[in-house]
C-alpha cells in the first residue's frame, strides 16, 4: 500500500472586540482588544472539574501576569461542525473499521440538544459545501435538525468515495471562511471535529498560513485519526518515507487540536471511537469562558503565549490535594497595523 501526501494545517482568525476611541482628527486612533479564552479544568485521572469561579484562577501572556475582565461557565446551545475526511486512501485505511467509524459521529449528533446547531462537510481533493452538495444530500448546512443531520452522513457513508486525493489544508480553510461568514447568527463556542487520515496531497492553501489563522480563530478543534488499525497491521511491510509520511499526518491532526485548546485522538481499535465521541460531548458542555485586556500594546504581529493556571486543588480518591490543569488554547497573533 502506497501513499502519497503533502503537508497541511487548519484554522481561521481570533474574534476579538475592538474599541474605538477618537476625540478629533489630529489624534491617534486607540485600540483595546479583548482576549477571549474557552477552556476545561480536568484532575490528573482526567476528569472534567466543573463549578470553579474566577478566582480560581490565574492568566499569563508571555510569562506575564493579566486582569481577567470577564469570566462565566459555558453554558447553553453548542455549535459544532464535522469535517469528514471521504478520500479513497482514507476509505481504504478505515476498511477494516468503517463501521464503527460511522457510529461515533450518529452517536454524537444523537447527543445533541435541541437548541444546538451542526453543520457537516466531507472532502476528497476539494471540499463539498454548494448548493448542488447539499442537493444531493452530502452538505448540511448548520441546523438544528437531527434527522436532516443523520441523514447527511447516512448519505456519505453510502456514496463512493472519487477521488485519492485528500485536501486537509484546503477544508480546514474552508471551515474557517464557512464560520466566519456565519459568525453574526453563531453562538461564541464554536468547535470542529475533525475525522480524518491527516494526510494531505492536493492543498492549494499554505499549512502555516491555515494553522495561524486556526490559532487566532478561537475555534476549538477535535481531531479524531481514521486508519491506525490497518497502519499498524501493515506496518511491517512500509517502507521508512512511508511510516514518516504517516508520522507527520498524526502530527498535523495534533497541531491542529493542542494549538486550537482541543484534543487529538489515535485510536487503535474500532471499539474506542464511540467513547471517544461521547467525552467530546461532554468537554463542549463543561467549558469555562474568560477574557482579559493584554497588557501588551504593541500591534506587531506576534506570537503571544497564553497559560492559564488553576489556583484551587481539590482532594482526590485517598483525600490527597491535587492540583488540576486547564486546556486551552496556547496562544494567539497580536494584531498588526
Same mark, same amino acid.
Given at each position: 500500500?502506497?501513499?502519497? #501526501? %503533502?503537508? %497541511?494545517?487548519?484554522?481561521?482568525?481570533?474574534?476579538?472586540?475592538?474599541?474605538?476611541?477618537?476625540?478629533?482628527?489630529?489624534?491617534?486612533?486607540?485600540?483595546?482588544?479583548?482576549?477571549?479564552?474557552?477552556?476545561?479544568?480536568?484532575?490528573?485521572?482526567?476528569?472534567?472539574?466543573?463549578?470553579?469561579?474566577? /478566582?480560581?484562577?490565574?492568566?499569563? /501572556?508571555? *510569562?506575564? &501576569?493579566?486582569?481577567?475582565?470577564?469570566?462565566?461557565?459555558? /453554558? *447553553?446551545?453548542?455549535?459544532?461542525?464535522?469535517?469528514? +475526511?471521504?478520500?479513497?486512501?482514507?476509505?481504504?485505511?478505515?476498511? @477494516?473499521?468503517?463501521? !464503527?467509524?460511522?457510529?461515533?459521529?450518529?452517536?454524537?449528533?444523537?447527543?445533541?440538544?435541541?437548541?444546538?446547531?451542526?453543520?457537516?462537510?466531507?472532502?476528497?481533493?476539494?471540499?463539498?459545501?454548494?448548493?448542488?452538495?447539499?442537493?444531493?444530500?452530502?452538505?448540511?448546512?448548520?441546523?438544528?435538525?437531527?434527522? !436532516?443531520?443523520?441523514?447527511?452522513?447516512?448519505?456519505?457513508?453510502?456514496?463512493?468515495?472519487?477521488?485519492? !486525493?485528500? %485536501?486537509?489544508?484546503?477544508?480546514?480553510?474552508?471551515?474557517?471562511?464557512?464560520?466566519?461568514?456565519?459568525?453574526?447568527?453563531?453562538?461564541?463556542?464554536?468547535?470542529?471535529?475533525?475525522?480524518?487520515?491527516?494526510?494531505?496531497?492536493?492543498?492549494?492553501?499554505?499549512?502555516?498560513?491555515?494553522?495561524?489563522?486556526?490559532?487566532?480563530?478561537?475555534?476549538?478543534?477535535?481531531?479524531?485519526?481514521?486508519?491506525?488499525?490497518?497502519?499498524?497491521?501493515? +506496518?511491517? #511491510?512500509?517502507?521508512?518515507?512511508?511510516?514518516? !509520511?504517516?508520522?507527520?499526518?498524526?502530527?498535523?491532526?495534533?497541531?491542529?487540536?493542542?494549538?486550537?485548546?482541543?484534543?487529538?485522538?489515535?485510536?487503535?481499535?474500532?471499539?474506542?471511537?464511540?467513547?471517544?465521541?461521547?467525552?467530546?460531548? +461532554?468537554?463542549?458542555?463543561?467549558?469555562?469562558?474568560?477574557? @482579559?485586556?493584554?497588557?501588551?500594546? &504593541?500591534?506587531?504581529?506576534?506570537?503571544?503565549?497564553?497559560?492559564?493556571?488553576?489556583?484551587?486543588?481539590?482532594?482526590?480518591?485517598?483525600?490527597?490535594?491535587?492540583?488540576?490543569?486547564?486546556?486551552?488554547?496556547?496562544? @494567539? #497573533?497580536?494584531?498588526?497595523?
Amino acid at each position: 500500500m502506497k501513499f502519497k #501526501y %503533502c503537508l %497541511c494545517f487548519l484554522l481561521l482568525a481570533f474574534f476579538a472586540k475592538p474599541i474605538w476611541a477618537q476625540k478629533d482628527k489630529s489624534e491617534f486612533k486607540s485600540r483595546v482588544e479583548v482576549v477571549n479564552v474557552n477552556l476545561r479544568v480536568t484532575n490528573k485521572s482526567g476528569d472534567l472539574i466543573t463549578g470553579l469561579e474566577a /478566582e480560581d484562577f490565574e492568566v499569563y /501572556e508571555d *510569562g506575564v &501576569k493579566q486582569n481577567i475582565t470577564n469570566f462565566s461557565t459555558v /453554558e *447553553g446551545p453548542i455549535t459544532t461542525i464535522l469535517l469528514i +475526511d471521504y478520500s479513497k486512501q482514507s476509505y481504504l485505511m478505515s476498511l @477494516y473499521s468503517q463501521n !464503527e467509524v460511522w457510529h461515533g459521529p450518529i452517536e454524537f449528533l444523537k447527543s445533541l440538544k435541541d437548541e444546538d446547531w451542526t453543520s457537516i462537510l466531507m472532502y476528497d481533493r476539494k471540499v463539498y459545501a454548494g448548493n448542488q452538495d447539499k442537493e444531493n444530500g452530502i452538505f448540511q448546512d448548520f441546523t438544528q435538525n437531527k434527522r !436532516e443531520l443523520e441523514s447527511t452522513l447516512s448519505n456519505i457513508l453510502n456514496s463512493q468515495p472519487a477521488w485519492s !486525493e485528500s %485536501c486537509l489544508v484546503d477544508a480546514i480553510k474552508t471551515v474557517l471562511d464557512l464560520v466566519s461568514e456565519n459568525r453574526e447568527s453563531l453562538t461564541d463556542k464554536v468547535s470542529l471535529i475533525l475525522i480524518s487520515t491527516g494526510l494531505d496531497t492536493f492543498s492549494q492553501n499554505q499549512y502555516d498560513k491555515v494553522l495561524k489563522e486556526a490559532q487566532n480563530s478561537g475555534v476549538s478543534i477535535y481531531a479524531v485519526s481514521i486508519g491506525q488499525q490497518i497502519r499498524t497491521l501493515q +506496518d511491517q #511491510y512500509m517502507d521508512s518515507l512511508e511510516r514518516m !509520511e504517516l508520522s507527520m499526518s498524526d502530527n498535523r491532526l495534533r497541531s491542529f487540536a493542542e494549538l486550537t485548546g482541543g484534543e487529538v485522538f489515535l485510536p487503535k481499535f474500532a471499539g474506542e471511537f464511540k467513547s471517544i465521541f461521547q467525552n467530546i460531548s +461532554d468537554d463542549l458542555r463543561n467549558q469555562y469562558s474568560l477574557g @482579559y485586556i493584554s497588557g501588551n500594546t &504593541k500591534r506587531d504581529g506576534k506570537f503571544r503565549k497564553i497559560e492559564i493556571k488553576v489556583k484551587k486543588m481539590l482532594p482526590d480518591p485517598k483525600g490527597k490535594m491535587q492540583k488540576l490543569t486547564a486546556r486551552h488554547r496556547k496562544g @494567539y #497573533y497580536s494584531p498588526k497595523d
